[in-house]
């Protein structure tokens, strides 16, 4: 199938599928004589797989080491349990995180309960306060919105 195909068969932007490519994750496709990219049903098979763990908020690291332990499968999986329990430590982490943001959220919130003008909102000061103040507490200020600090 050609790029376009790979991408509707999979729900994955054609750029993304070469970004793949580029770092590794993906083999090369073979090349027809009009040097048109050609990927066979074990590129389909290994997107997914890549899109199902992205999906599961997984660095590109990450997947990487499971491609890598999927390529040789009579190797022992204890690594591939320890990638999942450091992950799943890096979940619980986010959750508490998100909690805490929940609770912020909540306390903002309650700071204005009816309409008034924006010079007198609530919601508004609270956040010019916090701005002013130090990083968001309970916050690593290297996270970028997903498990991973990376």
């Known amino acids: 199938m050609k790029?376009?195909?790979?991408s509707t068969a999979s729900s994955t932007a054609i750029e993304?599928?070469?970004?793949y490519e580029r770092e590794g994750l993906l083999p090369p496709?073979?090349?027809t004589e009009g040097n048109f990219r050609i990927y066979e049903a074990s590129h389909l098979e290994?997107?997914?797989f890549i899109r199902y763990c992205r999906g599961l908020d997984m660095s590109l690291d990450e997947v990487r080491v499971l491609?890598?332990?999927k390529d040789a499968p009579a190797k022992d999986c204890g690594d591939v349990d320890a990638l999942l329990d450091e992950h799943i430590g890096h979940v619980?982490?986010?959750i508490k995180e998100l909690r805490s943001l929940e609770r912020q959220l909540k306390e903002l919130r309650q700071r204005c309960s009816a309409s008034r003008s924006a010079d007198q909102c609530g919601i508004l000061a609270g956040l010019a306060e916090a701005s002013?103040?130090?990083?968001t507490p309970g916050r690593?200020?290297?996270h970028l919105r997903s498990v991973h600090g990376h």
Not at 3 to 6: A, N, Q, R, T, V
Request: glycine content about 8%; cysteine-free.
């Open 46 to 48: 290994r997107l997914q």
């Open 132 to 135: 002013q103040e130090a990083p």
């Open 67 to 69: 491609l890598r332990f």
């Open 140 to 142: 690593d200020p290297n």
């Open 29 to 31: 496709p073979g090349r």
């Open 92 to 94: 619980s982490k986010r």
């Open 3 to 6: 790029i376009g195909e790979l």
């Open 16 to 19: 993304t599928i070469r970004y």
